[in-house]
Each structure stands twice: as structure tokens, then as C-alpha cells.
């Protein structure tokens, strides 16, 4: 019982790590950043997250690259070992045009692609599977740089859809204000934006997936990203609530010339 208990934990770290790895002040997607965080848990890292994001010269593949990779601890590897490579390519609204991963987990491997085509709302899957979805379709990090750019005030409120192994959720976003927090030694003030997650398909048989998707999905999640009050719009940190520990990712690297 207290090995699941540890690993469901892992699962929520897990989760965390990939919406890492998703302003009037506003990012600048003409701007390169190689970013990294921890993802700890009691204080402990259990993730090591990078992401590296650039704009792409060539027009046919989009307008920028995110990069993002996640591995657990040496330690953490006992329990769930992972090793995760994310890739979003977003058009020059900042929308994602081409979603590839590859998952190595203890208990799932998968390597998939996602394209999608905004006019019809629709993303297409290996194999010339179509899925129509909701409008604004985003995926976790595209979502991210989305609230990058767009304008936060306390008490903005909107939404976009994701999806997850072809079924929708609606992501409800909501800012809380302001909050100082204290990363690598300097001071911070940070837009706290409360996430919300709705299932548009409750009663639908969920499919295999990676740890994080099928197991914090949930309407009962509590997410909270702190981004930077200033033209980077820098997630500098995210939070999970679980009780009676939060699970926090913390960055431990800024983009060069923050």
C-alpha cells in the first residue's frame, strides 16, 4: 500500500513535468531559452526537466520549437523509472501544428504523432485517424507559452481545449493576482493563474497512456503557474496541491540573458 501510495505521488510529479514540458507584456517568440526545473516533492527532486525552445527558419515546419525532455531521479528510478522527449511545433500564432513524443516508462513505451489542422478543429493521428475536437485546441505546452503572451490582469478568466489520447478536456484558467516568490537567489513578482480541468467526455472508455495523462487528468485537479510579471513571462514555478505535501516544480536555470 505505501509503494502505491509513493508511485501515485511520482504520477503527480510526472504530470507536472510536462506541463512544464506549456504579456500587455508579452513573449517573444522570436527568442531562444534553454530552460530547467526540479520537480520535488518534501523538499526531495524526483524529475529533472529541460526545455529548450527556438524559432525555425523554415516556414513549412512552423514558426517555433519546444523542446522538452523529463527523467527521474536516480533515486526515484527505483519506483517508476522514466525518461520522456516531447517536441511541439507551433505556427506563427502560436498555435501547435505537429505534436511528437516518445514515452519510456516502467509500465509504458510509445513513440506518437499528432497533427493539427485548426480550421476544421480536427488533429490527425498515425495511422489517418481524425478526431474532431472543440475550437482553440492547444496541447500542455503550447498551452504554457500561450498564457506567455496573452495579456493577465487579476481576475482574467478563459479557456482552451486539450487533448489527451483523442479525447477532449476543457482547461479553465483563471488569474489570481500577484505573488513574490524567491528563485536562484533573486526575487520575483509572478501572475499566480489558477488551471481547472473539465472532461467534454466523462462516460468515454479511457485508452492506455502515459502515467501522467491517465492518471492526473482529473476534474479534481489543482494547478497553479507563477509567470513572471515582466516581458519574459518566465513560468518560474507550478504547484500541485495534494495533502498533506504540495508537489512543486522549481526552476533551477534561467534562460540566458534573464
Known amino acids: 500500500?505505501?509503494?502505491?501510495?509513493?508511485?501515485?505521488?511520482?504520477?503527480?510529479?510526472?504530470?507536472?513535468?510536462?506541463?512544464?514540458?506549456?504579456?500587455?507584456?508579452?513573449f517573444d517568440y522570436s527568442r531562444a531559452e534553454e530552460i530547467k526545473y526540479d520537480v520535488t516533492y518534501l523538499g526531495l527532486p524526483v524529475v529533472r526537466v529541460e526545455v529548450e525552445n527556438s524559432p525555425i527558419a523554415k516556414p513549412d515546419s512552423g514558426s517555433y520549437r519546444i523542446f522538452a525532455s523529463a527523467k527521474t531521479t536516480k533515486f526515484w528510478s527505483l519506483f517508476y523509472p522514466l525518461e520522456n522527449f516531447y517536441w511541439t511545433y507551433l505556427d506563427t500564432l502560436g498555435r501547435p501544428l505537429i505534436y511528437k513524443r516518445i514515452i519510456k516508462e516502467k509500465s509504458y513505451e510509445n513513440s506518437s504523432a499528432q497533427e493539427f489542422d485548426h480550421r476544421f478543429n480536427r488533429i490527425y493521428y498515425e495511422g489517418d485517424t481524425a478526431i474532431d475536437h472543440p475550437g482553440n485546441l492547444q496541447n500542455f505546452f503550447s498551452s504554457v507559452y500561450k498564457l506567455r503572451e496573452i495579456p493577465l490582469e487579476y481576475g482574467t478568466t478563459d479557456s482552451f481545449y486539450i487533448n489527451v489520447e483523442k479525447a477532449s478536456w476543457k482547461i479553465k484558467w483563471s488569474v489570481e493576482g500577484i505573488k513574490e516568490l524567491e528563485a536562484l537567489g533573486r526575487k520575483i513578482d509572478c501572475h499566480v493563474v489558477d488551471v481547472k480541468f473539465e472532461s467534454m467526455n466523462p462516460d468515454a472508455k479511457r485508452l492506455r497512456t502515459d502515467a501522467l495523462s491517465y492518471n492526473l487528468m482529473s476534474e479534481d485537479t489543482e494547478?497553479?503557474?507563477?509567470?513572471?510579471?515582466?516581458?519574459?513571462?518566465?513560468?518560474?514555478?507550478?504547484?500541485?496541491?495534494?495533502?498533506?505535501?504540495?508537489?512543486?516544480?522549481?526552476?533551477?536555470?534561467?534562460p540566458e540573458g534573464y
Not at 494547478?223 to 498533506?244: C, E, F, H, I, Q
Open 1 to 26: 500500500m505505501e509503494r502505491t501510495k509513493i508511485v501515485r505521488k511520482l504520477f503527480i510529479t510526472i504530470f507536472l513535468s510536462q506541463v512544464l514540458v506549456s504579456t500587455v507584456l508579452a
Open 223 to 254: 494547478l497553479k503557474l507563477y509567470l513572471s510579471n515582466d516581458d519574459w513571462r518566465l513560468p518560474v514555478r507550478m504547484s500541485y496541491k495534494l495533502t498533506p505535501f504540495d508537489i512543486q516544480a522549481k526552476i533551477t536555470k534561467f
